[in-house]
């Protein structure tokens, strides 16, 4: 775009525009963002890169990984750009690892503990549980309303 610079801060994994800055230059913000995601695309490390457009438009959550990335998106608060790191990477610290950070399966498989006699079957479950699945469970053993904008669904499986 022929211009120094056009974002705001970085707070990775997010990245924020300088909205007045594209705006003096008569800029589309979604051409911005899509010129962005192709040149980090391009750097060691960087797996996907997702923009406000696509998660704006819910267009990211055509893929398990967009799924992720849109529920961990916040149109308020999240920044412009939101950067996935290639699996074992980790942001600004020149090594590999794990950090929960991440939507890899290596990060997001957590036990996840349940207990109450009177609600929980007893056991151990190998199923898959999303945090979004954890209020409407909740929601389900009290017996009251799903919370506004609720995603998940309830974990049955663990139930009496």
Do not use: C
């Not at 391009?42 to 819910?58: H, M, N």
């Amino acid at each position: 775009f022929g211009v120094d610079k056009l974002v705001r801060t970085s707070l990775l994994p997010e990245v924020y525009l300088d909205y007045a800055a594209i705006e003096r230059r008569g800029l589309a913000r979604a051409d911005v963002e899509n010129a962005a995601a192709r040149y980090l695309l391009t750097q060691p490390g960087i797996a996907q890169v997702f923009t406000r457009t696509q998660l704006e438009q819910g267009v990211a959550a055509q893929s398990r990984l967009g799924t992720l990335m849109q529920r961990a998106w916040n149109r308020t608060l999240s920044g412009d750009l939101l950067v996935v790191t290639t699996p074992y990477t980790i942001f600004g610290s020149g090594t590999s690892g794990a950090s929960h950070g991440t939507p890899w399966q290596y990060d997001t498989s957590v036990p996840l503990l349940m207990m109450g006699r009177r609600w929980i079957r007893p056991g151990v479950q190998a199923g898959y549980a999303e945090v979004v699945d954890i209020a409407p469970t909740l929601a389900d053993i009290l017996h009251v309303r799903r919370p506004a904008g609720a995603e998940g669904r309830v974990l049955t499986e663990v139930l009496r």
